[in-house]
């Protein structure tokens, strides 16, 4: 069974920057690409970056091209998203999630969620 766990949201001003982490376990981490997607109050849970099992390809939503950046250590377990230049408009759910096939972008090309992680930007 995949266990994801996210960690590293919290409060911070507009400008400012956060990195998530979502620690995984349960089955050959480096064989599955991995995404982050985001649900803010009242809205439908969107994607925000993927990347591939290597690392070597990664994927990001216009809103956050530029800005935030997808990473991940194999060795490690570990998927990061690193939040920079946030806006209040980035405040939302965190959601990491590994990949089992179609389009990175959508939500139902992904088998396994964690719980989340709150990211709340203030202006």
């Known amino acids: 069974q995949v266990q994801l766990v996210e960690s590293g949201g919290g409060l911070v001003q507009a400008g400012g920057s956060l990195r998530l982490s979502c620690a995984a376990s349960?089955?050959?981490?480096?064989?599955?690409?991995m995404g982050w997607f985001r649900q803010a109050p009242g809205k439908e849970r969107s994607f925000v970056a993927a990347?591939?099992?290597?690392?070597?390809?990664?994927y990001y939503a216009n809103s956050v091209k530029g800005r935030f950046t997808i990473s991940r250590d194999n060795a490690k377990n570990t998927v990061y998203l690193q939040m920079n230049s946030l806006k209040p408009e980035d405040t939302a759910f965190y959601y990491c999630?590994?990949?089992?096939?179609?389009?990175?972008?959508?939500?139902?090309?992904?088998?396994?969620w964690g719980q989340g992680t709150q990211v709340t930007v203030s202006s």
């Open positions: 999630a590994e990949y089992y096939s179609g389009s990175y972008y959508y939500v139902g090309s992904y088998d396994f």
């Open positions: 990347i591939s099992g290597s690392g070597g390809n990664t």
């Open positions: 349960g089955r050959t981490f480096s064989s599955f690409a």
